[in-house]
């Protein structure tokens, strides 16, 4: 059974930082294309960065600069690290897997960036 479990999310005042977590199970991680997504109230879901299983990354110019994702293949985890957080960072953040035909969500995380 895969499953992919974010953790992490919260409420943060602008300026400050949040360190997301994704722990896969079911799925041979090292060989998987990771994302994260978010999706804001009210609006569609989009890319927001994702990384290879070469290590490769990729951001949404909106986050360039302020958040970095990464994997550690021993812990089956893919992380974002966000700083510089903006009220219009708020959302729900997802994971996600990818590999060929086969991909994969978790069922989200709620970032809120408020005063």
């Known amino acids: 059974q895969v499953q992919l479990v974010e953790s992490g999310g919260g409420l943060v005042q602008p300026g400050g930082s949040l360190r997301l977590s994704c722990a896969a199970s079911?799925?041979?991680?090292?060989?998987?294309?990771m994302g994260w997504y978010r999706q804001p109230p009210g609006k569609q879901r989009e890319l927001v960065a994702s990384?290879?299983?070469?290590?490769?990354?990729n951001y949404a110019d909106s986050v360039k600069g302020r958040f970095t994702i990464s994997r550690d293949n021993a812990k089956n985890t893919v992380y974002l690290q966000m700083n510089s957080l903006k009220p219009e960072d708020t959302a729900v953040y997802y994971c996600?897997?990818?590999?060929?035909?086969?991909?994969?969500w978790g069922e989200g995380t709620l970032v809120t960036v408020s005063s």
């Open positions: 996600k897997g990818v590999r060929g035909m086969f991909n994969y």
């Open positions: 990384i290879t299983n070469g290590g490769s990354t």
């Open positions: 079911g799925i041979s991680f090292s060989a998987y294309t």
